[in-house]
Nanobody, 126 residues
Framework: QVQLVESGGGLVQAGGSRRLSCAAS????????MGWFRHPPGKERELLAA????????YYTDSVKGRFTISRDNAKNTVYLQMNSLKPEDTAVYYC???????????????????WGQGTQVTVSS
């Protein structure tokens, strides 16, 4: 059974940084792409960043390009989201997710992702 556990959320001031981690278990981590999503209050869940199985390809949505960086350590079965220059509008529950199936590239739609973590709250104060 695939399990994803996020950590690293909390309260941060605007302009600050935060690094989220997502530890995966239950299958061979290095074969599958990973993604970070967020669900702001009153809005839909959105894909922020995704990374291919070997880290060779990444995707970012426009709102986080240049501020957020996704990375992975396949030896530690962990994917990270480094968030810099945080804004109050970044306040949300952040989730990591992974597809059921292997893909060469980077899945970029929410329906591509089948397994989800429980989420971690990030609150950015102004």
């Amino acid at each position: 059974q695939v399990q994803l556990v996020e950590s690293g959320g909390g309260l941060v001031q605007a302009g600050g940084s935060r690094r989220l981690s997502c530890a995966a278990s239950g299958r061979t981590f290095s074969i599958y792409a990973m993604g970070w999503f967020r669900h702001p209050p009153g809005k839909e869940r959105e894909l922020l960043a995704a990374i291919s199985h070997n880290g060779g390809s990444t995707y970012y949505t426009d709102s986080v390009k240049g501020r957020f960086t996704i990375s992975r350590d396949n030896a530690k079965n962990t994917v990270y989201l480094q968030m810099n220059s945080l804004k109050p509008e970044d306040t949300a529950v952040y989730y990591c997710a992974t597809p059921r199936a292997y893909s060469i590239g980077v899945p970029t739609t929410i329906r591509d992702y089948d397994y989800w973590g429980q989420g971690t709250q990030v609150t950015v104060s102004s």
